[in-house]
């Protein structure tokens, strides 16, 4: 690769840099707000005919009505031989809220004081609009990638929906994956999270006047509430957190990160009704280290112990429903962790990439909070975090990012994928893709 024709698109990045602004200002003119969802089209309209532009292959396929994923690849030259790269990130942004409460219009970009305003600035149209501009210069200046490089541009993600899920269904693959979400320019990895149902169903509905006779010496009917003893089920959990919370760690991670909340309780017909069936919804976060099966099949072992305790509960066990492809439609989402190998060769090759830029190592750990980066780590997929914005401006009122930042992803990953797409594999990898 031409070090000095990187070096000369990445001093277009900065002279250019009005036209990075006028695609983010596009895209967060476009109010893909998520819930209430089902309001992307248009703007993954915009994004597949940004990446037709730069010479993809492109596909625009609904996953809900309304919510399409764009999927494209721009094919390497010498692809079988070649390193191919998949760049990821999500359309919909979170909840605006009162808007009354802004300094401007939150679909509206402002730039000011060295910061871009507006909704997705940081999570995570910043960027989606960098990611697209790298590619445009580099596919202006006809740099020749010799492996693949693939775009996913996806949805749901703030509503925990199978954007990117659905894609991985399909069989996408690469030999490394950048998921442009928040990280501040660091290069992370991530714990996962996992919604579940636990429910109690008594087989019998008694009315409110049976209560007596049911916790009564003598009242001869074996029934209980279900709301009652899903009580006992929570302390159940408390204490599987506690347990947790000394006999599991991960670097990265402050001790106790792991947790168990009882988020929303459902139980009871009426008040004249003895509680016949009570549903529990939990969210849990594991390291990284773990996966969302494990961790679902450890929580229903403990609660059927706890269970097997009580008489009632011994007959009448809970049951369990795990996760979900969607808050919005199933009430129930899955993340799964990403542990991050700095040993990688994508990791060095990225690294080096921002330090050519910034000329400082980049800041290497755990995110906080979670993506979709998961879901191609789970398929096979090396993969990192690593985008412009903070989080804690991502979903905030007046939410920015630094332009500076913005600017500086632009000229690393113009560095990053001419270097990357243009590595030869190794013959193992050759012999696997054969």
């Known amino acids: 690769m031409n070090d000095s024709l990187i070096t000369q698109l990445q001093k277009q990045a900065e002279e250019r840099r009005e036209e990075l602004f006028a695609l983010l200002g596009e895209l967060v003119a476009f109010p ?24 993809f292959e492109t596909e625009l396929w609904e996953v ?10 721009k094919r390497g030259t010498e692809r079988d031989a070649y390193r191919s790269l998949l760049l990821n990130g999500h359309m919909d942004v979170a909840e605006v809220g009162d808007s009354r409460e802004w300094q401007a219009d939150p679909f ?11 909704r997705g600035t940081a999570d ?12 445009k210069l580099l596919s202006e200046a006809g740099v020749e990638l010799k492996g693949d490089l693939l775009f996913h541009s996806v949805i749901g993600e703030e509503a925990g929906e199978a954007g990117t899920r659905a894609c991985m269904e399909r069989g996408h693959t690469a030999d490394f994956a950048v998921v442009a979400d928040t990280s501040a320019l660091a290069i992370q990895g991530q714990g996962g999270v996992l919604t579940g149902w636990v429910t109690v169903q008594s087989p019998v509905t008694y009315h409110d006047g049976m209560r007596s006779r049911m916790i009564h010496a003598g009242g001869g009917v074996e029934g209980a509430s279900a709301i009652e003893k899903m009580v006992k089920l929570i302390a159940g959990l408390q204490e599987l957190e506690r347990h947790w919370a000394v006999s599991k760690s991960y ?12 988020a929303v309780i459902e139980g009871g017909r009426h008040a004249a009704f003895i509680a016949d069936r009570c549903s529990l919804w939990i969210t849990v976060h594991f390291y990284p280290n773990e996966d969302y099966e494990s961790v679902a099949a450890e929580i229903e072992e403990h609660l059927l112990r706890v269970a097997a305790g009580d008489p009632w509960l011994r007959n009448h066990p809970p049951v369990f429903r795990w996760g979900g492809r969607s808050m919005i439609e199933e009430r129930g989402e899955i993340f799964p962790s990403l542990e991050l190998d700095r040993e990688s060769e994508g990791f060095k090759a990225l690294s080096a990439s921002h330090r050519q830029v910034r000329g400082i190592e980049p800041e290497a750990g755990m995110s906080p909070t979670v993506t979709d980066a998961g879901w191609l780590g789970r398929a096979g997929i090396p993969t990192v975090i690593y985008g412009p914005g903070e989080l804690a401006h991502a979903h905030a009122v007046n939410e920015s990012t630094d332009i500076r930042e913005l600017l500086d992803y632009v000229q690393i990953m113009i560095a990053f994928i001419a270097d990357w797409c243009n590595r030869p594999k190794d013959h193992a990898e050759r012999n696997r893709n054969n």
Do not use: H, W
């Open 32 to 55: 893909t707000v998520s819930p209430p969802a089902r309001n992307t089209m248009q703007a993954q309209q915009f994004i597949e005919r940004q990446l037709q532009g730069c010479g």
């Open 251 to 262: 670097p990265g991670f402050p001790a106790g990160s792991n947790t168990i909340n009882p």
């Open 108 to 118: 509206r970009l402002t730039l000011s004081d060295g910061r871009a305003y507006g």
């Open 124 to 135: 995570m149209k910043g960027g989606l609009a960098a990611l697209l501009f790298a590619v």
């Open 64 to 73: 809900y009505p309304g919510d399409p994923n764009v999927t494209a690849v």
